[in-house]
């Protein structure tokens, strides 16, 4: 079992950045691979970006160059910087935790079996 908890969202300009953060709980939080999602209003959750156990990562297209994910296992936390942010970021971001020493970054909701309870992120002109 691993619980997720999201911070760090909030109200930021066009250009602008914020800072997510998700804390897990778990012994096992390394051997997870960890994903940021996203869902507007309307929309389905879409992938972000993701890290695995041995911090290979992925983006979708439209982040890339923008958002950088980490990971800090000391601290049993994974990070989604954003920057130059954009009004059609506006969404509900979701933090998530699958395969277990899996290389394979997964980018369906499907591939992953914990999650957070979402922050909002706003991003206004």
């Known amino acids: 079992q691993l619980q997720l908890v999201e911070s760090g969202g909030g109200r930021a300009q066009a250009g602008g950045s914020l800072r997510l953060s998700c804390a897990a709980s778990?012994?096992?939080?390394?051997?997870?691979?960890m994903g940021w999602f996203r869902q507007a209003p309307g929309r389905e959750r879409e992938f972000v970006a993701g890290?695995?156990?041995?911090?290979?990562?992925k983006y979708t297209d439209n982040v890339k160059g923008r958002f950088t994910i980490s990971r800090d296992n000391a601290k049993n936390t994974v990070y989604l910087q954003m920057n130059s942010l954009k009004p059609e970021d506006t969404a509900v971001y979701y933090c998530?935790?699958?395969?277990?020493?899996?290389?394979?970054?997964?980018?369906?909701?499907?591939?992953?079996?914990?999650w957070g309870q979402g922050t909002q992120v706003t991003v206004s002109s």
């Open positions: 998530a935790a699958g395969g277990s020493f899996r290389q394979r970054v997964g980018d369906a909701p499907r591939d992953y079996d914990y």
């Open positions: 778990g012994r096992t939080f390394s051997s997870w691979t």
């Open positions: 890290i695995s156990w041995t911090t290979g990562n």
